[in-house]
């Protein structure tokens, strides 16, 4: 949105940090539980069914635009419309639940408010004391955090 002229409540850097940090949350949380609930998947395909990945990144980023773009409504709307349509093509579609859908929104949108809380509260509040920076080592990849103190 900012390439295109439309601003919002953070600079560049900053609203790909928060949101960054909101799939990143909604990942820690979706991808543990589809492993340990083991729910069959409606098509009887896979047992990671619940909850709804898709349907909890669709809502994480649904209410990122709604909280970063507060002054222009529409904007949060049609997130909120897109990620809707999400969850409702994935149990059209025969790979969710109701559950699973409204527990990934559910999830999505804890998501980006705890991220916009974190860097609000706790980042801006006391300063940036950390460096995050991507790594790749054996074949895996991740992050490594260094926190100043």
């Given at each position: 949105m900012n390439a295109f002229g439309v601003k919002g409540r953070h600079n560049y850097k900053d609203a790909a940090l928060i949101y960054v940090g909101s799939i990143s949350i909604a990942s820690a949380f979706v991808l543990p539980l589809k492993i340990i609930t083991k729910e069959e998947r409606p098509d009887f395909s896979t047992n990671n069914s619940f909850p709804s990945g898709?349907?909890?990144?669709?809502?994480?980023?649904?209410?990122?635009?709604?909280?970063?773009y507060k002054d222009k409504p529409l904007i949060g709307y049609a997130?909120?419309?897109?990620?809707?349509?999400t969850g409702i093509l994935r149990m059209y579609n025969n790979r969710h639940w109701f559950g699973d859908v409204l527990a990934g929104a559910g999830f999505g949108i804890a998501s980006a408010k705890l991220s916009f809380f974190l860097y609000d509260k706790v980042f801006v509040k006391n300063g940036w004391n950390f460096t995050l920076s991507p790594v790749y080592n054996n074949k895996t990849a991740g992050f490594a955090y260094v926190y100043n103190f």
């Open positions: 898709h349907t909890a990144f669709a809502f994480a980023s649904a209410e990122f635009l709604k909280q970063e997130g909120y419309a897109v990620a809707t349509a």
